[in-house]
């Protein structure tokens, strides 16, 4: 899937640690996600996923939200550097700005997020904190297209994980986590693929209008396979 006929270009925006940009990077070295990485942009100028792309030789630029008196400007300029690397699809990676409308239109179509909840619940910050308030016994993650209201995108795959008992926010985290960096190359070759788009509001999967999102989990019964 390319609009210009080759591979599926890829942009990945981040924040922080980038361990899901990580899985990105090394699903591409295998040959596993089909699209080729051409950068990655931080808001924040000491973004540790900023040295994984540098170590990968992928392009590391920072537009630091910071730099801008508003909103609006901020994303201007991110765009246009975004914009450089004429991407088929963007990539969010655990990048914590909330984007505006005019910005989300744009790359209508095109641009993805993972959000740590099995969506539609528990949109937003401090999933795991509020999973464990809520007395959940299952919690995951998700892939969704980006729309204008944050992580109220149509989801595409998510991956269930059990709740143990003697859980707290950094167990259940690392549980969750693991299973970000399955799911997202998935959704990102599914993507490149052409096998995954969205039409209105519906995620097209080969070409049939899916009716729930798919579940690629490793959890059955209360318990990991
Ligand atoms: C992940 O939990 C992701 O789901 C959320 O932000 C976190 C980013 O982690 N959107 P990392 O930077 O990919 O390690």
Redesign the pocket.
């Known amino acids: 899937m390319s609009g210009s006929g080759g591979r599926c270009g890829l942009v990945a925006l ?9 899985a990105l990077l090394d699903a591409a070295a295998q040959g596993k996600l089909n699209a080729d990485i051409r950068a990655v942009i931080s808001n924040c100028p000491g973004a540790y ?1 900023l040295e994984r792309a540098r170590r990968a030789g992928v392009s590391a630029i920072t537009v630091d939200h910071k730099a801008f008196s508003a909103r609006g400007c901020f994303e201007a300029a991110l765009r246009q550097c975004i914009d450089r690397f004429c991407p088929d699809l963007i990539v ?5 700005r909330i984007l505006q409308q005019s910005f989300v239109a744009c790359y209508a179509g095109k641009m993805l ?4 909840s099995l969506l539609p619940k528990y949109r937003g910050l401090h999933t795991h904190e509020r999973v464990l308030a809520a007395g959940e016994r299952v919690h995951g ?1 998700s892939v969704h297209f980006v729309t204008p209201d944050l992580d109220a995108g149509p989801v595409i795959v998510q991956a269930r994980v059990p709740v143990l008992p003697n859980d707290d926010p950094e167990t259940l ?1 690392a549980r ?2 693991a299973q ?1 960096h399955r799911i997202y190359p998935l959704a990102v070759r599914w993507y490149a693929e052409g096998r995954i788009r969205l039409v209105g509001d519906a995620v097209f999967f080969d070409n049939q209008p899916m009716t729930a999102p798919r579940f690629v989990d490793t959890y059955e019964n209360d318990t990991i396979l």
Do not use: D, K, W, Y
């Open positions: 981040i924040s922080g640690r980038g361990s899901n940009l990580q996923g969010l990676a655990g990048f914590m997020n993972i959000h740590p993650a985290a969750v986590l970000e």
